[in-house]
């Protein structure tokens, strides 16, 4: 639930609390 890129920066703060980890990699 998250894996849209137009809406991956938008939810960069909300993945981020959900888990920092994956948001690194996809980084």
Request: aromatic share 8%; with cysteine.
């Amino acid at each position: 639930m998250g894996c849209e890129v137009p809406h991956r920066m938008q939810f960069m703060p909300v993945m981020y609390k959900l888990s920092d980890v994956p948001l690194i990699v996809i980084a």
